[in-house]
């Protein structure tokens, strides 16, 4: 069989409850460390239990941006899973729905409150 090929898909949202600061742009500060390691752990365990949970990898944070004046920070990030004929097939709007459900109508994640309006997955 061929071998899996490791593709890759965007999640994206913005966190209400973060104040967005320089630090955040910089990848060596302890916030960024941080922010990072917790939103990512985050992210991790609802990927997991998706529909593309057993060929899930893992996700990076590409960006911190700032959103209203900065009062909002907006998160990038890049995720991957291995594409398998035999594995779950990726598919955005099942993944976006899932997510969703999964952080209360796009308002909680952790201690974090989301926009509601903000998610978006491959898009």
Do not use: W
């Not at 998706?50 to 911190?64: L, M, N, Q, R």
């Not at 594409?83 to 997510?99: I, M, Q, T």
């Not at 969703?100 to 409150?113: A, E, F, R, V």
């Amino acid at each position: 069989p061929p071998p899996a090929r490791e593709e890759h898909f965007t999640v994206n949202f913005t966190v209400t409850n973060l104040l967005y600061t320089s630090e955040l742009r910089n990848p060596s500060t302890k916030k960024f460390i941080a922010t990072n390691k917790t939103l990512m752990y985050l992210v991790d365990l609802l990927l997991q239990k998706s529909s593309i949970g057993p060929a899930y990898i893992g996700c990076k944070i590409t960006a911190f941006r700032s959103k209203k004046d900065r009062d909002y920070t907006g998160v990038d990030t890049l995720c991957s899973y291995r594409d398998e004929p035999s594995g779950p097939k990726f598919d955005r709007v099942v993944v976006y729905h899932e997510l969703s459900n999964m952080t209360n109508g796009i308002t909680k994640l952790g201690h974090y409150s989301l926009s509601s309006q903000s998610l978006y997955v491959n898009g």
